[in-house]
């Protein structure tokens, strides 16, 4: 049998042999090792080490019972109170399991004309695999020098084979990001010769302005937004599209019948949680915090790191090698080791201010 370590490897080198060959991965198979084991600190996967928070706990429980019952009436009333909270019709929204169900419709609806995706390089790649497999190329542009989204490069990358342009601002995994008007009218220029998709997973921790307002208006154009992030509620799984009428009625016929992958406990869930600003307020400022700290560290060990809005932060390991995460991860730490720019790179995700205290002494005890 397997011993934990070993089959975790082997989970992992799977998915990467699956992704090489055009199978979409097991995300939950990267993400090792269990979230069950005690004392692991997580800082691979960018979750809310602070959520659900308690009255969305509370509001899961509640409708625990309910289980029994299809959301019939749960599903439209959390939609009405998206709708109203980004002050558009629910005509404009679709339901999903995760951002990621919305990112997986998007690509299959394009995938009729094959054809390829501009995205960035690097950017959220998890999709990568999936949209292989529906016989669609990436064509990945690289970053700009200061390591943000080259939305020139991008915009000229399109050529007449190209079906979509994914693009995620803030992007994971540099955590840096492009203004918005520059952004908007990237992505007006790029409907006009495809479909865009644009990515919102990190915007509330920057408090960007979101580009749903062009969304509902232009039937190119895809927000896909997630309740993973900053709401902590990445287990329930769920989020949602905000498009025009039209592209939504196209992205729900790909679904058995629309919005169906949300649980009575999820819709519970995102409805409370969507009320609880006050705990994504809480969030964003303890991660702010937390960067500081990291920052700080990275600063004192000398260590270059990529300034983020979002919840995680890119530093640099050329110095200390790429066995880095291996050392960190024997102190139960767990961070994405990435090569990138022609160098080694770490990308750790904000924990709690604690479980950050013992990340910056750990790398301290290491770098
Ligand atoms: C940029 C980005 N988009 C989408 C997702 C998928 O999130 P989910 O399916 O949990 O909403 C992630 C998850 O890490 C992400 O970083």
Excluded at 38 to 45: C, K, P, T, V, Y
Excluded at 85 to 109: K, N, Q, R
Excluded at 256 to 274: E, F
Aim: proline letters at 5%.
């Amino acid at each position: 049998m397997l011993q934990p370590n070993s089959r975790r490897n082997w989970l992992k080198n799977s998915a990467a042999v699956l992704a090489g060959i055009g199978i979409a991965p097991n995300l939950w198979a990267i993400d090792y090792p269990s979230k069950n084991s005690a004392g692991i600190i997580l800082l691979n996967s960018n979750e809310n080490a602070y959520g659900p928070s308690a009255a969305t706990q509370r509001a899961m429980a509640d409708a625990l019972s309910n289980s029994n019952r299809y959301p019939d009436d749960q599903i439209p009333a959390l939609k009405k109170q998206l709708a109203d909270f980004w002050d558009v019709g629910t005509e404009h929204i679709l339901m999903g399991a995760g951002s990621s169900e919305i990112l997986g419709l998007t690509f299959l609806m394009v995938s009729g004309t094959k054809g390829n995706i501009i995205s960035a390089e690097p950017s959220y790649r998890v999709w990568n695999g999936q949209a292989e497999s529906f016989g669609l190329k990436v064509n990945r542009v690289p970053l700009s020098n200061k390591k943000m989204l080259d939305l020139g490069a991008m915009l000229s990358a399109i050529d007449e084979h190209t079906t979509l342009v994914y693009v995620c601002n803030p992007n994971n995994p540099t955590g840096t990001f492009v203004d918005d008007a520059p952004l908007r009218n990237f992505v007006e220029q790029c409907s006009k010769k495809c479909m865009v998709l644009v990515d919102e997973a990190y915007t509330e921790f920057a408090e960007l302005p979101s580009l749903k307002d062009i969304a509902i208006k232009n039937p190119n154009v895809v927000v896909a937004k997630t309740f993973s992030k900053i709401y902590g509620l990445a287990g329930a799984r769920i989020g949602y599209a905000i498009a025009h009428p039209d592209t939504i009625k196209r992205l729900s016929s790909l679904q058995p019948c629309p919005d169906v992958s949300i649980s009575m406990v999820t819709a519970a869930a995102a409805s409370a949680a969507l009320k609880d600003q006050d705990f994504v307020k809480d969030c964003r400022n303890k991660t702010m915090q937390t960067k500081e700290m990291c920052y700080k560290t990275f600063s004192e060990l000398q260590l270059e790191s990529i300034p983020s809005v979002t919840s995680f932060v890119m530093f640099n390991i050329d110095k200390i090698g790429a066995g880095f995460s291996k050392q960190l991860q024997e102190k139960n730490i767990m961070v994405q080791y990435r090569e990138h720019f022609g160098g080694k790179w770490c990308r750790v995700s904000m924990g709690t201010i604690e479980e950050m205290q013992q990340f910056c002494s750990a790398l301290k005890s290491i770098g």
